[in-house]
């Protein structure tokens, strides 16, 4: 038996797996970017709707 042999054909299934993983994080990232922007947005617009409510008075 040549030394190494038992590695043959590992390559391709290591891809796949760190492949996986590495789309899993990108798409995670991706994800709490957009939570985290429509969690602005809607604080944003709350905060410009109580401003502009002419009895919005400071307490």
């Known amino acids: 038996m ?3 042999a038992h590695d043959e054909g590992s ?3 290591e891809f796949v797996l760190v492949g996986a ?3 899993l ?3 995670s990232v ?3 970017g957009l939570a985290l922007h429509v969690r602005n947005t809607v604080t944003d617009a709350a905060a ?3 401003a ?3 009895s919005a008075a400071p307490r």
């Open 21 to 23: 993983l590495l789309t």
């Open 11 to 13: 390559a391709p299934v």
């Open 52 to 54: 502009s409510r002419p």
């Open 30 to 32: 991706l994800q709490l």
């Open 48 to 50: 410009e709707g109580r």
């Open 25 to 27: 994080l990108v798409l």
């Open 2 to 4: 040549r030394p190494g």
